[in-house]
């Protein structure tokens, strides 16, 4: 199937938001339409008609949530960080710490002391009273502006270096002002001056076993486990098996891999030995292990990479993104191995065109398929491929990318040979932002570059869910936040593509009003007409902002300052297309890139006073001003959309501004003049 649409918008294809224009072709099927679209072959059922939009642009638009936020936390995400939450040693020492409303929590990486930390603040303010902070330069500077309870997760070094006894009483006496309660968390390796020991505790994990006790306890609570099950499973925790395996591997996120492998023990009939390999082989040890033992067959490497940068994708993916990697890994030159495939004795196997199947192939690297998926998003099933083990994509990928030289460059380099598919971008974003949370120097970002200035949406995509995931490291938010600055200035428009649908994930959700500042930026280049991928990217951006109803004031105030600014500006032009595109139908429109869709009388009805601050900018512009009013009468003639609006009141308030607005003055008596008219003809 092919479509197009508006085929007389240009070679950008304005209208479609972003879509590389009106292209009638299908792949290699070379029928050409100019508009509507053409079927070929037999429909069953349903079927799908994308219309103006490339299959390169085709991109995934799931947004991941962050775990650290500039603001509040929703409810119910703290309500799920906290779901079997097991209480520390340290957790009586730190409530009474905490009695002076600041708390600096030390610890060591995967303890769970962000975890506690929601806890105790949860304890004081409720599931909806956590506001998140960045790490400041200087916390001195900082004071509470609402009575909650306050989290800053990874204290800077910088930060650090400047807190002292005289700071935190201080900031512990603004906080008691307030009424408000800070937690701190600094890693174990931060150094911290001696007098700030009054303010300290060193958070001590639970016992692992505890952890997995509750979770078992959580799982048959939620009905995924029966009360025979939880048993089952208890009397396995207590075998030695699984208590040397949590002897070895202490951690509270070791004893939730533990629960969710006794799960699939006693729910489905997974061997125990078979889980406790399964829960060995994620860890670095066991993948530098596993990448030694298949240093000289290429076709096992590429396909441990392939899994490991896209999880959870189908088949054909991995199978053919391993396809891609393995010549390149082929052909780096190290030495021959004796007996290896292609070596020696083995040179016969030259001639095996063939090659093992693919399901022998996943065997041979401790890999299986799933069972295949059939989503209601899913224009086709697919059939993911997964390790056996917890964590060993995140091991493998992290030792092969940066511990084997040059592998990373042969990865980036056939990531880009290879054909895009919907999903690789979140997939492989993801897990090379894990990755690149591990990296050390200046090139730890650097390398994303080349994807950063594409003029393909889906690699600028899969940096922007690659920055979204590393700025969840507290240690590399500052350079993220430096890297996106940059970016955001920049000349060239794909860059600032890059920042924007930076903003349009879990960046943005995290940090919303420092999002909307780049977004600002990103158009702020004078002289510059605004570029559709531009738009569509700021337009999806704002769409995920918008998705969260603690950020609809921002963006509304954002579109009423770009509203006011000068004529064929960057700023000025999305600003019409959002309020132009929220009067007619919906921001962003209905086939534009989007996460949530608003239309005019739901801003109305939602944020009467800020939406009527934007109405009013509106019809002062020239350039709105037909589109709004129409818009308004449209709400008006709907007895719904009028009840729901308060209209009579919003046209009140309009009349009241009137005499200081030009536009509005006009619209007023525009109404009034619909409104007497049939009045007037039928006296006459």
């Given amino acids: 199937m092919s479509a197009a649409a508006n085929a007389s918008h240009g070679p950008d294809g304005e209208d479609s938001e972003g879509g590389p224009g009106p292209g009638g072709s299908y792949r290699d099927n070379q029928q050409r339409v100019d508009q509507g679209f053409a079927v070929m072959g037999g429909i ?59 708390l600096v929590l030390r610890a060591g990486s995967g303890t769970g002391a962000g975890t506690a930390a929601f806890a105790l603040l949860e304890e004081r303010y409720g599931a909806d009273g956590i506001t998140g902070l960045d790490s400041p330069d200087d916390l001195s500077r900082w004071s509470p502006k609402e009575r909650r309870g306050y989290l800053l997760q990874g204290l800077s070094p910088k930060a650090a270096d400047l807190l002292g006894e005289v700071v935190l009483t201080a900031l512990a006496s603004r906080l008691r002002r307030s009424g408000a309660h ?10 911290l001056p001696g007098d700030t020991l009054p303010w300290q505790v060193t958070h001590r994990p639970p016992p692992p076993a505890d952890v997995a006790v509750k979770r078992l306890s959580t799982m048959a609570e939620a009905g ?53 390999a399964d ?62 495939p292609g070596h020696g004795e083995g040179a016969a196997a030259r001639h095996d065109v063939l090659g093992p199947a693919f399901e022998d192939r996943l065997a ?54 290879a054909p895009h598919h919907p999903g690789v971008e979140l997939a492989a974003g993801e897990a090379i932002g894990k990755v690149l949370a591990h990296a050390t120097g200046p090139d730890t970002l650097r390398q994303l570059h080349p994807f950063a200035a594409s003029d393909k949406r889906w690699r600028r995509r899969l940096v922007a869910n690659a920055l979204g995931e590393m700025v969840q490291h507290p240690a590399l938010t500052g350079a993220v936040r430096e890297q996106l600055r940059q970016w955001s200035r920049a000349a060239p428009v794909a860059l600032r593509c890059t920042v924007a ?74 600003a019409v297309h959002a ?24 801003l109305l009805a939602i944020h009467p006073e800020r939406t009527r601050g934007l109405v009013v900018a509106a019809l002062d512009d020239p350039a709105t001003h037909e589109t709004v009013a129409a818009g308004l009468f449209l709400i008006e003639g709907d007895p719904e959309l009028r009840r729901r609006t308060a209209f009579p009141q919003v046209l009140a308030d309009l009349a009241a501004s009137a005499r200081n607005h030009r536009g509005v003055l006009r619209f007023v008596l525009r109404h009034h003049r619909s409104r007497t008219a049939p009045t007037e003809r039928l006296a006459s």
């Avoid at 995924?224 to 098996?241: F, I, M, N, V, Y």
């Avoid at 899994?307 to 021959?336: C, K, M, N, Y």
């Avoid at 903003?503 to 990103?522: E, F, H, I, Q, W």
């Avoid at 309020?579 to 739901?602: H, I, Q």
Wanted: proline letters at 7%; one cysteine or more.
């Fill in 579 to 602: 309020v132009e595109s929220m009067s007619r139908d919906s921001f962003p429109l209905p086939k534009a890139p989007g996460v949530r869709r608003v239309r005019l009388a739901e």
């Fill in 501 to 574: 649908e930076t903003c349009g994930g879990s960046y943005g959700l995290a940090r919303p009003a420092a999002a909307l500042k780049l977004l600002d930026t990103v158009l702020g280049r004078t002289g510059e007409k605004l570029e559709v991928p531009l738009r569509t990217a700021v337009s999806f951006a704002l769409s995920v902002l918008l998705s969260e109803d603690a950020n609809h004031v921002l963006v509304l105030d954002l579109l009423r300052e770009w509203q006011g600014a000068g004529p064929d500006t960057p700023r000025h032009g999305l």
């Fill in 182 to 191: 800070l937690v701190v968390t600094v890693r174990m390796e931060t150094a």
């Fill in 364 to 417: 041979a690297v401790g890999a299986r398929l799933l069972p295949p998926r059939y989503g209601a998003a899913q224009r086709y099933p697919v059939q993911p491929v997964d390790f056996s083990g917890q964590h060993r994509s995140d091991a493998l990928l992290r030792s092969l990318w940066l511990e084997y030289e040059g592998m990373a460059e042969l990865l980036w380099k056939s990531l880009d040979e």
């Fill in 44 to 102: 069953a059922g349903d079927a799908n008609v994308f219309i103006g939009v490339h299959p390169d642009e085709d991109v995934s638009e799931r947004i991941l949530k962050p775990r650290l936020r500039e603001g509040p936390y929703p409810a119910d995400d703290v309500r799920a960080r906290l779901r079997g939450f097991v209480e520390p040693p340290t957790h009586t020492r730190c409530r009474k710490v905490l009695d002076s409303h600041l």
């Fill in 279 to 340: 829960l060995r082989t994620g860890s670095p040890a066991a993948a530098r292990k596993a990448l030694a033992e298949a240093r000289d067959r290429a076709d096992l490497i590429s396909l441990m990479a392939a899994i490991s940068l896209l999880p959870d994708q189908d088949r054909t993916v991995v199978e053919r993104f391993g396809a891609i990697l393995r010549p390149h890994i082929d052909g780096r030159g190290g030495p021959a191995v004796a007996g290896g």
């Fill in 224 to 276: 995924e486990l029966t009360a025979g099950q939880e048993a089952d499973a208890l009397r396995h925790l207590a075998s030695p098996d699984f208590t040397g395996q949590l002897d070895a591997y202490p951690l509270p996120g070791d004893g939730v891999a533990v629960a969710q492998g006794l799960r699939d023990l006693v729910v489905a009939g997974k061997p125990a030995a078979s889980v406790l």
